[in-house]
């Protein structure tokens, strides 16, 4: 664990956009000629995976098996000012590799990620720890966010799923055009919802929901604020919500 939270550290500088030295530049490569991480069985790395550490004063838990991990948030990539360096697992970064940093996946874990904008998906390695900006759930190489054709924006609305040797991976995902919220709470009981969607209004939320739905088996209401066309306006909206002590927010699709 100490020769490991440096590095984790170190990379959490670096991703915060605080890291120095001049960027590599390796050889190009054409992205559509690299080929998806292929999932296979693999032990879990001697680093990256102890069972929670502390970046900029908040702890991060992680998980014990990436098995049915699915998540929606912002994505992000990193490049040529990384390339070479150490990973958390110990790897060097390859910013032409199919690989990708997570908070609490498990190192290694093989996850299938959609840019939910335009229905991309690429599956990819992850290895390395981080994104540790708010709001953003994945950090992909460049190679990875050039495939999902967000390179140009620099982030993305995505829906991130583990996969396995034995798990296909899932059927590909219709572009969500536009349909994002910030959902800002879930409640079996719809009263406890519609005080939540008072209170957002009250403090100056517009195009606040309540949306009744099945899950599990049982019913749920989700309160949301949207829609949301892009993910400046998911940010900001995120923002003012932990500003005004509503706490944390995930991304959801109608």
Same mark, same amino acid.
């Given at each position: 664990?100490? &020769? %490991?939270?440096?590095? +984790? ?6 991703? $915060? ?7 590599? =530049?390796?050889?190009? +490569?054409?992205?559509? @000629? ?7 069985? @693999? ?28 998540? #929606?948030?912002?994505?992000? %990539? ?14 060097? *970064? ?15 874990? *093989?996850? =299938?990620?959609?840019?939910? =904008? ?10 390395? #720890?981080?994104?540790?900006? &708010? ?6 190489? *460049? ?17 991130? #799923?583990? +996969? ?18 910030? =959902?800002?709470?879930?409640?079996? @009981?719809? &009263? ?20 009744? $739905? ?7 209401? /989700? ?5 949301? &066309? ?11 919500? /932990? ?12």
């Amino acid at each position: 664990m100490k &020769d %490991w939270l440096p590095v +984790v550290a170190v990379a959490a500088v670096a991703l $915060a956009g605080c890291g120095g030295g001049p960027p590599r =530049q390796p050889a190009p +490569v054409d992205p559509a @000629e690299v080929p998806d991480a292929v999932p296979r069985a @693999e032990p879990r790395a001697a680093r990256g995976n102890p069972p929670f550490y502390e970046v900029f004063g908040k702890r991060y838990v992680v998980l014990p098996t990436a098995d049915g991990f699915v998540e #929606r948030g912002v994505a992000s %990539w990193y490049g040529p000012g990384f390339h070479g360096e150490s990973t958390s697992s110990g790897e060097p *970064y390859d910013m032409h590799a199919m690989t990708a940093a997570h908070k609490t996946l498990p190192l290694p874990a *093989y996850v =299938q990620v959609t840019n939910l =904008q335009n229905g991309r998906s690429v599956v990819v390695r992850v290895n390395d #720890r981080g994104p540790f900006k &708010d709001n953003r759930v994945i950090d992909l190489s *460049y190679v990875a966010a050039a495939k999902l054709d967000m390179i140009r924006e620099g982030t993305a609305m995505v829906e991130v #799923r583990s +996969v396995g040797p034995s798990s296909p991976a899932a059927r590909p995902v219709a572009p969500a055009n536009g349909r994002f919220f910030a =959902q800002a709470g879930a409640f079996t @009981e719809e &009263d406890n919802a519609r005080r939540l969607a008072r209170r957002l209004a009250e403090a100056g939320f517009d195009n606040v929901l309540v949306v009744a $739905a099945r899950a599990d088996g049982r019913d749920v209401h /989700r309160v949301r604020i949207g829609p949301l &066309d892009s993910v400046d306006a998911f940010d900001a909206v995120t923002s003012r919500l /932990r500003d005004a002590g509503f706490g944390p927010a995930i991304l959801a699709l109608d």
